[in-house]
């Protein structure tokens, strides 16, 4: 490709283009807000999942079961909500104590965990 003259027209034209390149990247970094929050509905599978990693949560009989995949290290955690009983390295129960509740999940990346909120299947349809 042969090299042509910078005209004035062509600078204005970069110019132009670096200013909205620039204000795009700018408004992009100031309102974003990382999603930490998921919203299930009890009785329906649910799985939440960050590259390798995955968190799927599960009725059952006694509650809500917790397996995570064995990639990683996972903390679960439930405050004031039920019970929680850690089957396994990857398997957890919870027992809720009323039918709204959430859990709290980090991952091994991350540095705040994934709050998973759950609601009976008419109140997510509101």
């Not at 283009?17 to 807000?33: P, Q």
């Not at 995955?54 to 004031?80: C, H, N, P």
Request: charged share 20%; proline share 3%; hydrophobic share 40%.
């Amino acid at each position: 490709m042969a090299a042509q003259k910078l005209t004035r027209g062509r600078l204005v034209q970069i110019i132009i283009m670096l200013s909205i390149l620039l204000a795009a990247f700018t408004w992009r970094t100031i309102t974003y807000k990382e999603n930490d929050t998921l919203d299930c509905i009890l009785g329906e599978p649910c799985e939440y999942s960050i590259d390798d990693h995955y968190v799927r949560l599960t009725k059952d009989i006694l509650g809500v079961m917790i397996i995570a995949s064995e990639s990683g290290d996972f903390t679960v955690g439930s405050q004031k909500h039920g019970k929680l009983v850690k089957k396994n390295a990857h398997t957890w129960l919870l027992t809720p104590q009323t039918q709204e509740f959430q859990i709290e999940i980090t991952f091994p990346q991350q540095k705040t965990p994934v709050t998973i909120h759950f609601t009976k299947a008419n109140e997510k349809n509101h």
